[in-house]
């Protein structure tokens, strides 16, 4: 059962880190927002990967789900924030939770893995979850709190970023059954690192405080 105790731990920093997200995404653009996070996380991972000896050699499996994922993510990072910045955190953040929803579908097909019935359920109470977040709107009909969240362009963003999630969550596993969880983090980070890098360059984007 110690994953459920790291589960929360991790819900709550990640909303503590999407509420300064949303904080500094208001005050800079986009892209340095998404290459600061990448880069001071680095400070955190490389200690930790060296305390704790996570150094360990890998297979080529790992290397391409590690480029994969991180691919992704560094799309998956840009769109985050930018959902965050143009949308209520009360609109967003709740759409994260259709994640598992759409892991029903992409598991499944990407490890061949499926949750138990309870597992299910509880995905079910989350989507029904976000549906009640406008059930005020209920009363001009029952699409109403579904087309609300749709009207917002930040909730369409997030709602892809959830689905991009539920791709990249399968590619992690598969990296980190091939190395463990520290070294993976730590190189993913990276590599989103390099790549959110190589767009500043290419797009001659420059870090704007403004």
């Not at 598992?100 to 490890?111: E, R, V, Y």
């Not at 979850?129 to 930040?154: F, T």
């Not at 959830?162 to 091939?178: C, G, R």
Request: charged share 10%; aromatic share 14%.
């Amino acid at each position: 059962m110690l994953w459920l105790p790291f589960s929360l731990l991790n819900s709550f920093f990640e909303s503590i880190a999407s509420a300064w997200s949303k904080h500094s995404a208001e005050r800079i653009d986009v892209f340095s927002t998404a290459w600061a996070q990448r880069f001071f996380a680095l400070f955190i991972l490389l200690p930790l990967v060296l305390i704790t000896h996570s150094f360990q050699s890998v297979s080529s499996t790992f290397w391409l789900a590690l480029v994969s994922t991180s691919l992704l993510n560094t799309l998956n990072s840009l769109l985050f924030i930018r959902a965050l910045k143009i949308s209520p955190l009360s609109f967003t953040l709740p759409l994260i939770a259709f994640t598992p929803a759409f892991l029903l579908i992409t598991s499944p097909l990407m490890i061949n893995e499926f949750p138990r019935l309870l597992g299910v359920l509880g995905v079910i109470l989350v989507v029904v979850g976000s549906y009640v977040l406008n059930l005020h709107l209920l009363r001009v009909s029952w699409l109403e709190p579904i087309k609300a969240v749709w009207r917002e362009p930040g909730a369409r963003l997030m709602l892809l970023v959830a689905f991009i999630w539920s791709i990249t969550s399968n590619i992690d596993k598969l990296a980190i059954n091939n190395s463990n969880s520290i070294l993976f983090s730590l190189l993913s980070n990276f590599l989103v690192l390099i790549f959110l890098t190589l767009i500043f360059i290419v797009r001659r984007i420059s870090f704007n405080c403004g």
